[in-house]
């Protein structure tokens, strides 16, 4: 059965470097989405990607972050200088139509020292 | 803005005993309602998802839920539940014609003791 992958599976850095979290969407799947959970609380919409441009995102999306789709089967977030507050489980998705059952990537945990 | 929540935060449970973990949403329009399970360690999987059509839905391992459209409720029952279903519980909406990303609940973590 196809899956969605994210590499790694644990990433640790300092405050203020920057990461860069990966994903491997289904691979007919056309919506790609970024969530996180921080420890303890709910899972939350970062992004969503179809077409090769941003289709939605929400507040906590700011200018640290960004996404792209650097070829036909990767998708990456980037976050720009990293914050404490950022520490948190990042998990990928995606789904063939966009009211479609999402799919979602194994995470991500980002740890910010 | 949608928001979804959901009734309990922990529930402890003996096996076979019934299950009925609460969901509600805020959102006038047509929604489209999924629960995802998360297993300790594990990522996120669906469990079941309504669409339209029969309000009462059935999905892996035995769970089924309930759409009643007038409570703007979606919740999740299992009749007898096991040791293996100890978990964490997602109720999950997006609007059916706008899409796409999800608002999720919560969660309700689920302790099965054996």
């Known amino acids: 059965e196809p899956e969605v992958t994210q590499t790694p599976s644990h990433q640790v850095t300092q405050m203020g470097q920057e990461v860069i979290l990966r994903c491997v969407p289904i691979?007919?799947?056309?919506?790609f989405y970024w969530y996180r959970q921080i420890l303890g609380q709910k899972v939350e919409f970062l992004v969503s990607?179809?077409?090769?441009?941003?289709?939605?995102k929400s507040e906590i999306f700011d200018d640290q972050f960004s996404v792209e789709r650097p070829d036909g089967s990767n998708f990456t977030l980037k976050i720009r200088s990293t914050k404490l507050e950022d520490s948190a489980m990042y998990f990928c998705a995606s789904s063939e139509n966009k009211e479609d059952e999402q799919f979602f990537g194994p995470g991500t945990r980002l740890t910010v020292l | 803005a949608q928001s979804v929540s959901q009734h309990n935060h922990h529930v402890i449970l003996s096996e076979a005993a019934s299950l009925e973990l609460g969901c509600n949403y805020s959102y006038g329009g047509t929604v489209n309602l999924f629960w995802y399970v998360q297993y300790p360690g594990q990522h996120l999987q669906l469990l079941l998802k309504y669409f339209s059509g029969d309000p009462l839905v059935k999905g892996i391992k035995g769970f089924e839920a309930e759409f009643i459209k007038s409570k703007f409720s979606f919740n999740l029952r299992k009749p007898s539940v096991q040791w293996s279903d100890t978990a964490e519980y997602f109720c999950a909406v997006n609007a059916a014609l706008y899409g796409q990303n999800f608002v999720f609940g919560p969660g309700t973590r689920l302790s099965v003791l054996p």
């Open positions: 691979s007919n799947h056309l919506y």
């Open positions: 990607f179809y077409n090769n441009e941003i289709s939605e």
